[in-house]
């Protein structure tokens, strides 16, 4: 009698957790429903484990007022853009996957941020929407942070779209965390199986 043999096989995929984001979350979706998140105010500073490593371009903004006031740990310096877009872009020291915002408004309401979307890119080209936030507190001048948002890639924007006045934002200090893409490693294996031998022969492995 003829030996029988059955495959078993198991499909194997690398992939980095940024590229799982990136499928999960399409390209250029600007308009997309977003998550909605809850503002968890924190008295102190929060611990964001995401590194900076530059601010790439940004709104125009006032002297002595840049963009890396939001950055540099002072919570009494802070950016004041000009013009009708309020964005700063950041270079990441590494690809990240951001979950959480930290954000701490001046805290005299004019100037409050109350909505902004966080934008993630792999090339400066294409991006697409990480989340959004349409309840910031204003009147505070204490941590804000806000979680679930899934922006995966070396590059992020953050663009305030409302202040509590309609005025420009004054914003005092930003933050990120989240984590590292992470491999996710998967083999793909063809087996073969004798019912006379009841014996497992590996046919081929690719990792
Ligand atoms: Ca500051």
Not at 42 to 63: G, Q, V
Not at 167 to 196: A, Q, R
Request: hydrophobic share 35%.
């Amino acid at each position: 009698m003829g030996t029988h043999f059955f495959l078993f096989v198991i499909f194997a995929v690398v992939l980095t957790e940024v590229e799982l984001a990136k499928i999960t979350t399409p390209e250029t979706t600007l308009d997309s429903p977003v998550p909605h998140h809850q503002p968890d105010k924190e008295l102190e500073a929060p611990s964001p484990n995401i590194t900076i490593a530059n601010i790439i371009s940004t709104s125009l903004y006032t002297e002595y007022h840049g963009p890396d006031n939001t950055i540099d740990g002072d919570t009494f310096s802070s950016w004041n853009p000009l013009g009708e877009e309020y964005f700063i872009t950041f270079e990441l020291s590494e690809r990240y996957t951001v979950s959480g915002i930290n954000l701490l408004n001046q805290g005299d309401y004019t100037h409050d941020v109350t909505k902004f979307k966080l934008e993630a890119s792999n090339n400066l080209d294409s991006w697409y929407l990480g989340g959004s936030v349409d309840d910031v507190q204003a009147g505070t001048h204490e941590w804000q942070s806000f979680d679930g948002f899934t922006a995966s890639g070396k590059y992020l924007r953050i663009i305030f779209t409302e202040t509590y006045s309609g005025y420009k934002p004054w914003l005092s200090e930003l933050s990120f965390s989240g984590h590292t893409g992470k491999y996710v490693f998967l083999c793909y294996c063809v087996m073969k199986f004798s019912i006379k031998t009841h014996i497992f022969t590996k046919s081929s492995i690719y990792i």
